[in-house]
C-alpha cells in the first residue's frame, strides 16, 4: 500500500530519515526496527574525516532550532571501513549523504561509495550552510550546481539524489539544472539560513554566528518549494523540512514528494519515523486508498 | 538499553524560588541507572519549546521504581516544567549517558547549583560500598544549594557560598577542606568551577571526573550538537559523557 519509487530505488513505505539527524542509524535501535523505515540517509560525509565547528551548534528558535554541526563526521575511509560492514545488512535502503569542499571531494567520495554494495543510491549535499568552503556555495548558482552533478555524474553509477537548498531566489532553476546534469531525484529543502542572540550575553547562540534553521517553521516554505520543484522537473522529488506527523507527510506527498525525510522530529521523538509510517496507513485505510501513489501530487 | 516512558509525578518539592525537584515513578520496572547518567524530559505545553531537555538523575529508588530529577528553573523548557504537579505525567528518554565511574576509596564530591543534583547518587552509590565521600557544595548564597540537606546521611557535607551566607565564604576551591587526602574528585557543576576543580585534582596528582552539562537537541548521539573538545578531537557530551575522566580532556581544561 505504502510502496513508492525513486528511480531505481524500492522504498517499502515513503518515509527515510534526513541526513544529520538520524546519525547511522545505531543510535536508534533500542527505540525502533529499522527495517520498517524506508530508508536511512546517514551523516553527511566528506573525503577526509572532518571536526565540524566549535561549540555552541546549536539554539531552540519557536518551533524550531538552528544548528551549525558543520559535517562533523568520520570521513568516507572510516566510514567504508567501520561504519558501513556495520549497517550494510539493515533492511533497508541505506543511503549516503556525500558532502565537499571542491568538485573533486564530491567525486572522491562518491566513487568511493559507488563500490559499497549495499549502498543503492547517494544524495549529494550541495546544500549545507555551515561549512566555510563549497558547500551552499555549489547549490546557490544554477551553473555550478550543474557542474558538480555533472562530474559525480561520470563516477557514480547508481541513484544519484541532488539536496537542495531553500537558500535561493528562485529554487525550481536550480532544480532543472542539476536534472539537465544528470540527477537521478532531487531532495529539498536543506536547512534555512538563520540566525539568533543570546540578549542577556549580547552575542549570537552559536559559535558560527549563523546556521541552519529546522523544524515545524519551516515547513511551509517547504512545501511550497517542493510542490514548485515537482511542477517543473520530471525526476522524483523528495520532500522535508519540518515533518513532525503523518499529515505532514501527506502535505508533502500531494504536492507531489515521492517521498518524504523526516529530521528534527527524530530528537524529539525517537520513534516518530514508525508513527508517521502507521499514521501514512491509517490515512489510506481511512480514505480508501489502495495505493499511497494515487494522492502523490494530486495537487 | 535505553527507552521511552512515560512516568508519573507523585511529589512535587519546591526548594526557593529557583530549583524543585519531581519524585517519578515508572509504570513498571525501573532500569538500572548509573549515578551521572540523565534524562530528555518532554516538555509539553509551551509555544516556543519543542526539543527535550536534558536533565541529571538526582536520585534513584530501584525497589519503588522511581527517580527523581533537581530541577533549576532558567528558562522557558524549566519553566514550563516547574508548572507541572502531582498526578501528571511526565515522558522521558533514559537512561542516557556515561555516569561516574564510582572508583575511590577517598572521593570528594564537589557541586555547584544544579550541579549538585548527580551527586546524590552518587554518594548513595558510594555509601552502598561501605565508603564515606566528602561532599562539598558550593553556591552564590545558601538559597541557591538546593536539597542540601538530603546528602547528609551519605557524607561529610561541606558548604561554601560566595557571601558567607552558609558554611564557609569563598569558592568551593577555596573551602579549607577541598586541599584534604582524596583519591578522586568528581565534580558537576558551573563549567569554571569544574575547570577550576580539574586543574587543581591535576596538579595534586588526583583522579578526576567532571560533568558536562552542554546544550543538546537529541540526547543520543545522533546530531552531534553538544559536542566538547577532548584530546580525541569532538565528543558528544550526551552520549560519551556526560562524565569525562580529566586525562581526556587537557584542551578543555586549559580552553
Same mark, same amino acid.
Given at each position: 500500500m505504502l510502496q513508492t519509487k525513486i528511480h531505481n530505488l524500492t522504498l517499502k513505505n515513503p518515509v527515510m530519515t534526513a541526513s544529520g539527524t538520524?546519525?547511522?542509524?545505531?543510535?536508534f535501535t533500542d527505540f525502533i526496527?529499522?527495517?520498517?523505515?524506508?530508508?536511512i540517509i546517514v551523516k553527511g560525509t566528506t573525503g577526509e574525516r572532518r571536526q565540524g565547528n566549535?561549540?555552541?551548534r546549536m539554539a531552540e528558535t519557536p518551533s524550531g532550532m538552528l544548528n551549525a554541526?558543520?559535517?562533523?563526521n568520520v570521513g568516507v575511509e572510516d566510514f567504508s571501513k567501520k561504519v558501513y560492514p556495520r549497517i550494510k545488512d539493515i533492511d533497508t535502503n541505506i543511503l549516503v549523504n556525500v558532502s565537499g569542499s571542491s568538485i573533486e571531494e564530491y567525486c572522491s567520495t562518491a566513487e568511493q561509495i559507488d563500490?559499497?554494495?549495499?549502498?543503492p543510491a547517494i544524495e549529494l549535499n550541495i546544500?549545507?550552510?555551515?561549512?566555510?568552503?563549497g558547500g551552499m556555495g555549489f547549490g546557490t548558482d544554477p551553473d555550478m550546481a550543474a557542474q558538480v552533478v555533472s562530474e559525480v555524474r561520470k563516477v557514480y553509477h547508481k541513484t544519484l539524489i541532488v539536496k537542495l537548498t531553500p537558500?535561493?531566489?528562485?529554487?525550481t532553476e536550480i532544480a532543472k539544472a542539476v536534472e539537465g546534469a544528470g540527477a537521478d531525484s532531487v531532495s529539498l529543502i536543506n536547512t534555512m539560513l538563520g540566525m539568533a542572540v543570546d540578549v542577556e550575553h549580547k552575542r549570537p547562540y552559536l559559535s558560527t554566528i549563523t546556521g541552519g534553521l529546522s523544524g515545524p517553521c519551516v515547513k511551509p516554505i517547504a512545501v511550497r518549494m517542493v510542490w514548485q520543484v515537482a511542477h517543473a522537473v520530471q525526476i522524483p522529488v523528495i520532500g522535508l523540512g519540518g515533518i513532525m506527523t503523518a499529515a505532514d507527510a501527506l502535505e508533502f506527498l500531494m504536492v507531489g514528494a515521492r517521498a518524504v525525510q523526516v529530521g528534527t522530529a527524530n530528537f524529539i521523538d525517537p520513534t516518530v519515523t514508525i508513527k508517521i509510517i502507521e499514521g501514512l496507513e491509517a490515512y489510506c485505510n481511512k480514505h480508501g486508498i489502495n495505493d499511497i501513489n494515487e494522492i502523490i501530487g494530486i495537487i | 538499553m535505553k527507552e521511552i516512558t512515560e512516568f508519573s509525578i507523585i511529589e512535587r518539592i519546591q526548594y526557593g524560588e529557583h530549583y524543585f525537584s519531581l519524585l517519578l515513578k515508572h509504570p513498571g520496572t525501573l532500569q538500572h541507572i548509573e549515578p551521572g547518567q540523565f534524562v530528555e524530559v518532554a516538555v509539553r505545553g509551551s509555544r516556543d519549546v519543542m526539543l527535550r531537555r536534558p536533565i541529571s538523575i538526582h536520585d534513584v529508588d530501584e525497589e519503588a521504581n522511581t527517580l527523581s530529577l533537581l530541577i533549576q528553573i532558567v528558562g522557558n523548557g524549566t519553566r514550563q516544567l516547574a508548572t507541572l504537579k502531582a498526578g501528571d505525567t511526565l515522558n522521558l528518554i533514559y537512561p542516557l549517558g556515561r555516569g561516574f565511574s564510582?572508583?575511590?576509596?577517598h572521593p570528594l564530591l564537589v557541586g555547584g547549583g544544579a550541579g549538585i543534583a548527580p551527586l546524590l547518587h552518587l554518594a548513595k552509590h558510594y555509601t552502598a560500598k561501605g565508603i564515606r565521600p566528602t561532599i562539598l557544595l558550593g553556591g552564590?548564597?545558601?538559597?541557591?544549594?538546593?536539597?542540601? *540537606?538530603?546528602f547528609k546521611p551519605y557524607g561529610d557535607v561541606l558548604i561554601s557560598t560566595d557571601d558567607g551566607s552558609?558554611?564557609?565564604?569563598?569558592?568551593v576551591t577555596q573551602?579549607?577542606?577541598?586541599?584534604?587526602?582524596?583519591?578522586q574528585i568528581c565534580t558537576c557543576g558551573p563549567t569554571p568551577m569544574m575547570k577550576a576543580v580539574a586543574r587543581s585534582a591535576k596538579m595534586r596528582g588526583i583522579n578526576c571526573e567532571v560533568s558536562l552539562e552542554n546544550t543538546m537537541a537529541?540526547?543520543?548521539?545522533?546530531?552531534?550538537?553538544?559536542v566538547t573538545e577532548t584530546n580525541d578531537g569532538h565528543k558528544c557530551v550526551c552520549k560519551d559523557g556526560p562524565?569525562? *575522566?580529566i586525562r581526556g580532556m587537557e584542551k578543555w581544561m586549559n580552553g
Open positions: 538520524f546519525g547511522y542509524g545505531e543510535e526496527d529499522l527495517s520498517r523505515l524506508g530508508g566549535p561549540y555552541p554541526v558543520g559535517l562533523q563500490s559499497l554494495s549495499h549502498i546544500s549545507c550552510p555551515n561549512v566555510k568552503k537558500n535561493v531566489t528562485n529554487v | 564510582g572508583a575511590g576509596q552564590r548564597n545558601e538559597k541557591l544549594i538546593p536539597a542540601r *540537606d538530603m552558609l558554611g564557609e565564604r569563598g569558592l573551602h579549607p577542606r577541598f586541599n584534604g587526602e582524596y583519591d537529541c540526547g543520543i548521539g545522533a546530531c552531534l550538537c553538544c562524565v569525562f *575522566d
